[in-house]
DNA sequence: CTAATTGTTATACCAATAATATAACAATTA
DNA sequence: TAATTGTTATATTATTGGTATAACAATTAG
């Protein structure tokens, strides 16, 4: 896992190392069932507290993308339901697509984006 | 102006109003050249202190939605800038779509949603 | 001209969050 | 048995979000 933080952005560390997993599942850097670093060994990886780690993968469990096991850690386990992701991501991407609208940008430079970045994540 | 504040999100109250001043100026609701209220009429109106709004107006104005006239107020201005603000949605919309790949959602999926929350908008 | 309202700035305070630092626990593993 | 695991607890510091007053210069309304 390659992960790099950049510790003068606003965003925070968690957020970002979360964004960063995120990315590593979509690109299949890592797999279903494959588990991540440990708290402490990911945390002295990228040079962070543990708990910080911690509170990424808490909250990548409460969300649905990892499962905890007691003998092989954090592993990669996406539960998948359609429709709450789907009312979930309407939600994320409503007011992102009101400020693009304001600025001008039509549906088609929207989609061109999302293939954009899709074929950037494949 | 139709401002609804949710006290008991978790998500910031000026970030909130960012927000939905977002969709005021893409549905229309507020044009192009017209004055949004002063920020001590807003913040009684919708119940919140006039340093909160004050925040919201003064990161719309730092990223181009409005610009401030002595004699009008707060006014609608958005300054259009293609490539950047291609270049920023990008940004905004990569860790979202690693989610949603993550999620299952197809493109065409992320298409649809595009096409409906514009039909929404308008 | 006067009084009120405007955006803006400054200061102070409180609560919540982000991040760090230790430390300990039970369960698992080598 | 010793080391490592996720987890939990506590404490501290810095930053952010929100509120509360207050004041200033510029503008506007009466």
Chains 1, 2 share one sequence.
Do not use: W
């Amino acid at each position: 896992m390659y992960i790099d933080i950049d510790f003068n952005s606003d965003e925070a560390i968690y957020i970002q190392l979360r964004n960063q997993i995120f990315m590593a599942i979509a690109t299949s850097q890592i797999r279903e069932g494959e588990s991540l670093p440990s708290v402490r060994a990911l945390a002295d990886d990228i040079g962070v507290n543990m708990h910080t780690v911690n509170k990424a993968y808490t909250t990548l469990r409460q969300d649905g993308f990892l499962k905890v096991d007691r003998r092989r850690g954090a592993v990669v386990a996406v539960d998948v339901n359609k429709a709450v992701s789907l009312a979930k991501m309407r939600d994320y991407l409503r007011p992102l697509i009101a400020r693009g609208i304001c600025k001008g940008l039509s549906r088609e430079e929207f989609k061109k984006l999302i293939d954009e970045i899709y074929d950037e994540l494949q």
